[in-house]
């Protein structure tokens, strides 16, 4: 019935594409399966005393499962954001110096700096948290990633060029706030990226896998020589 009213609806209104009963199908299915689940979830759980919630209860559970969800995906944008952000950084750097008249002897560097990059991905920046420092400034607490080899001095070098070449990359939206990088810091709870080589991930953590765990890595055979950045 529903898809008879979509296309009546379509030839009468004269939609710019008509669509055929399998694709009206399709979107009506997965519709529903979503006011499914959304009807499912707000149903009274049993809780641990062995009795169901009151309606404020389900609607505090509601509103910490949307809460969570939303913070994940803030969480995502910003790992994708800073990818993104770094990405751009290497690829003027680069075409910097290879435009310079006396190709720089830091170039190696920044290239090998750029594959680093690319090869971790999005799925390998790190998240933050907001914090306050000395009471007055906002900074982030970058989160620890245990699986990831340490490089937080090549990505401070990456992230310090946007601020020592100010007339390079021009000031846009909101002014960067200090990021903290300590031991302290609390532990992302992404998973490890898989699929990256050996040389990405931290040693110790490797070791304490099981065999299982390793071959779910999914580990490259490319292999990654690590180097020692040194850039002016």
Known sequence: MLIKELQRRGTEEQWPFQRSDSYYKVILDDRYKRLRTAWRAAQPKVTAKG????????????ITKRDKNLKSVHQTTRRRNKYIRRAKILQKVIELKKDAEDEDEDLPA?????N???TLGDGGMSSEESDVENNVQCVLRVKNMAWRRGIERELNVIDQQRVLDDEIFAPQGSKPMKRIRAPGNSTSLWSPVTGLPKALYNGEWFDGLTGGQVERLDISNETLRWMKVAVA
């Open 51 to 62: 009795i169901l919630e009151t309606a404020a209860e389900v609607e505090d559970r509601l």
């Open 110 to 114: 920044w290239m090998w700096l750029q």
């Open 116 to 118: 680093l990059i690319k």
